[in-house]
């Protein structure tokens, strides 16, 4: 916005009131100084500027959803960082089978706590414009109290054992009992 950009490595490089062609130039300047690639008559490594205008995408929010309809998203946004961005799941929402919409068909199940609590993001994709993004209810929950780290309200998958349900409430204190 005021004419900067900032390159890990590098560190702020301004570019305000350049063309483009000019700003190739300062950007690749500044980056021979740290990637001996870029330099001399025959360079192994090449540099490409272009500017764009990024356009938002029109992701439609369904179900147990806090801001439901057409939202603008970022169009580099997923389905954490969209739902994120729209106010996030209702309290009767589940958590547990997030499901991307795509032509009519479910493209993709997301189970939030894969994210929240292995920190996986195998599940999450980036969507495109159209997309739905649907949030049925919550079929199960079960309340942990007790010697667990984190007591609290989940919600529980068909299969899932005690273990699992602990797992998510962070696993035994040191004060509880063996298993």
Not at 59 to 81: L, M, R
Not at 89 to 98: C, E, F, H, K, P
Request: no cysteine.
């Amino acid at each position: 916005r005021n004419g900067n950009i900032f390159i890990d490595g590098v560190g702020q490089v301004n570019l305000t009131g350049l063309d483009i062609m000019t700003a190739e130039k300062n950007i690749k300047e500044r980056l021979s100084e740290v990637y001996s690639t870029l330099k001399g008559s025959k360079p192994t490594t090449f540099l490409s500027v272009s500017l764009g205008q990024l356009k938002s995408i029109n992701i439609s929010f369904v179900g147990e959803v806090n801001i439901p309809g057409i939202q603008a998203v970022h169009p580099f946004s997923d389905i954490i960082t969209a739902l994120l961005q729209v106010g996030g799941v209702d309290t009767i929402g589940s958590l547990r089978n997030i499901q991307v919409i795509r032509d009519g068909k479910v493209f993709k199940n997301l189970d939030f706590y894969e994210y929240l609590v292995n920190g996986k993001t195998t599940q999450n994709t980036r969507l495109i414009n159209g997309d739905v993004i649907f949030i049925p209810v919550r079929q199960s929950t079960v309340t942990i109290e007790g010697e667990v780290n984190r007591p609290g309200v989940y919600e529980a998958k068909n299969g899932e054992s005690i273990t699992n349900l602990i797992h998510f409430a962070g696993d035994l204190t040191q004060k509880a009992q063996p298993k």
